[in-house]
């Protein structure tokens, strides 16, 4: 199964994409680390929408943090967290 994991650098979606290739599937991952942003209107847009018409699951672990750069980047901070 073709699974996308948003925020797979992360904690949660690093360990939930180890998980998902054991179990076989293929895992897309997205992060700000690994260079593909989930901004569908961004300038990865057409290759998220791209991504997404071949998955069958999405799995949004995405965030940003500490606090303190989400209060300062608000529009990007809610572009992730939608």
Partial sequence: MNIMVTG???FIGAHLSHTLRERGDHVIEV???TGLDFNPSGKNGDTIRDLL???QQVYHTAWLMPIAFCESNPTLAAQVAA
């Fill in 31 to 33: 992060d700000l680390k």
């Fill in 8 to 10: 797979s650098a992360g």
């Fill in 53 to 55: 018409h071949n998955c």
